[in-house]
C-alpha cells in the first residue's frame, strides 16, 4: 500500500512543475519546455558509467546545458526556442550512445523505488526554492513577458531574472528524474499549464490551476500505479492528458 510519505517528493515536485509550467507556457516555451529536459540524458549516463548516482549527473548535465542555452541566448540573441533545439537534439544523441537497454529505459521513463532520505530531503528544500521562486518573482516574470524595455526601465535585470528561470526549471525537470524520467517529466511541466491556460480566466488562476491539476495527476497515477503494478510516469501522464482534453470538451460546452 502506498504511504503518504512516498507521495510527498512526488506532490512537491509536481506543485513546482505546474508554477514554473505556467511561467513557460505564457513565455510561449512549450515545446523548448519538453526539449529541455532532455538534456539531463547524457548526464545520466555518464553518472551510470562512472557508478555515480544518475539523478546527480542529470542534474549536472542540466545545469550546464541550461547556462549555455542562457549564454548562446544573450550573446547571439537567437531564440530560445531554437537553441534548446539545438543543444537538445546533441544532448539527446550523446545520451543515447552512452546508454543503453534497462538504463536509458529507466532514464527515459523513471526508475521505480523509494528515494534515500538524503534524496528526499534535498529534492523537498529544491522544491521549495523553486516554488518560492516562482511565486516572489510572479510580478517581473509577467512585466518582462510583456515588454522586456518596460522591464528594464523598472530596473528589472531581464537577462539575470531570464536565467533564473532557467535555472528553475532544470530543478524542476531534475526534481521528477526519478519519478517521471527525462522523457515524461517536461509533460508534466507542460501539459496541466497548458490545460489551466485554457481553463482560467486570470493569471492567477491559471497558476493555481496548473499546480491542482500537476498534484491531481500525480497522486492519482501514483496510486493507479501501484494498485496494477506498473510504473507512475506513463499513467500520470497519461490521466493529466485526460483532464487536458477534458477540460476542451467542458469550456466548449460552457462557451
Same mark, same amino acid.
Given at each position: 500500500?502506498?504511504?503518504?510519505? $512516498?507521495?510527498?517528493?512526488?506532490?512537491?515536485?509536481?506543485?513546482?512543475? *505546474?508554477?514554473?509550467?505556467?511561467?513557460?507556457? /505564457?513565455?510561449?516555451?512549450?515545446?523548448? &519546455?519538453?526539449?529541455?529536459?532532455?538534456?539531463?540524458?547524457?548526464?545520466?549516463?555518464? +553518472?551510470?558509467?562512472?557508478?555515480?548516482?544518475?539523478?546527480? *549527473?542529470?542534474?549536472?548535465?542540466?545545469?550546464?546545458? !541550461?547556462?549555455?542555452?542562457?549564454?548562446?541566448?544573450?550573446? !547571439?540573441?537567437?531564440?530560445?526556442? +531554437?537553441?534548446?533545439? @539545438?543543444?537538445?537534439?546533441?544532448?539527446?544523441?550523446? *545520451?543515447?550512445?552512452?546508454?543503453?537497454?534497462? $538504463?536509458?529505459?529507466?532514464?527515459?521513463?523513471?526508475?521505480?523505488?523509494?528515494? &534515500?532520505?538524503?534524496?528526499?530531503?534535498? *529534492?523537498?528544500?529544491?522544491?521549495?526554492?523553486?516554488?518560492?521562486?516562482?511565486?516572489?518573482?510572479?510580478?517581473?516574470?509577467?512585466?518582462?513577458?510583456?515588454?522586456?524595455?518596460?522591464?528594464?526601465?523598472?530596473?528589472?535585470?531581464?537577462?539575470?531574472?531570464?536565467?533564473?528561470?532557467?535555472?528553475?526549471?532544470?530543478?524542476?525537470?531534475?526534481?521528477?528524474?526519478?519519478?517521471?524520467? @527525462?522523457?515524461? /517529466?517536461?509533460?508534466? @511541466?507542460?501539459?496541466?499549464?497548458?490545460? +489551466?491556460?485554457?481553463?482560467?480566466?486570470?493569471?492567477?488562476?491559471?497558476?493555481?490551476?496548473?499546480?491542482?491539476?500537476? /498534484?491531481?495527476?500525480?497522486?492519482?497515477?501514483?496510486?493507479?500505479?501501484?494498485?496494477?503494478?506498473?510504473?507512475?510516469?506513463?499513467?500520470?501522464?497519461?490521466?493529466? &492528458?485526460?483532464?487536458?482534453? +477534458?477540460?476542451?470538451?467542458?469550456?466548449?460546452? $460552457?462557451?
Amino acid at each position: 500500500m502506498t504511504q503518504p510519505a $512516498d507521495l510527498l517528493l512526488p506532490l512537491a515536485t509536481a506543485a513546482a512543475a *505546474g508554477l514554473i509550467g505556467s511561467i513557460a507556457v /505564457m513565455r510561449r516555451m512549450t515545446l523548448a &519546455s519538453d526539449a529541455l529536459s532532455h538534456i539531463a540524458l547524457p548526464g545520466i549516463g555518464i +553518472a551510470i558509467l562512472l557508478r555515480l548516482n544518475p539523478i546527480v *549527473g542529470g542534474l549536472v548535465a542540466l545545469l550546464l546545458g !541550461t547556462v549555455l542555452v542562457w549564454a548562446l541566448e544573450h550573446k !547571439t540573441r537567437i531564440p530560445t526556442e +531554437a537553441i534548446v533545439g @539545438v543543444v537538445f537534439s546533441a544532448a539527446l544523441a550523446v *545520451g543515447g550512445m552512452l546508454t543503453s537497454g534497462e $538504463d536509458l529505459i529507466e532514464a527515459l521513463f523513471g526508475a521505480p523505488g523509494r528515494p &534515500s532520505r538524503p534524496e528526499l530531503l534535498l *529534492g523537498l528544500a529544491a522544491a521549495a526554492l523553486v516554488i518560492a521562486f516562482a511565486i516572489v518573482a510572479e510580478s517581473r516574470l509577467v512585466i518582462t513577458l510583456v515588454s522586456p524595455d518596460l522591464a528594464r526601465t523598472a530596473g528589472i535585470d531581464v537577462s539575470r531574472l531570464n536565467l533564473l528561470f532557467l535555472l528553475a526549471f532544470a530543478a524542476t525537470v531534475a526534481l521528477g528524474l526519478r519519478f517521471l524520467g @527525462v522523457l515524461l /517529466m517536461g509533460s508534466l @511541466v507542460i501539459i496541466p499549464a497548458s490545460t +489551466a491556460k485554457h481553463l482560467a480566466r486570470s493569471l492567477h488562476a491559471m497558476r493555481w490551476i496548473s499546480v491542482a491539476i500537476a /498534484m491531481l495527476s500525480t497522486a492519482v497515477g501514483a496510486l493507479v500505479a501501484r494498485a496494477l503494478h506498473r510504473d507512475a510516469g506513463p499513467i500520470v501522464i497519461t490521466i493529466a &492528458s485526460l483532464i487536458f482534453f +477534458a477540460s476542451l470538451w467542458t469550456r466548449r460546452g $460552457d462557451d
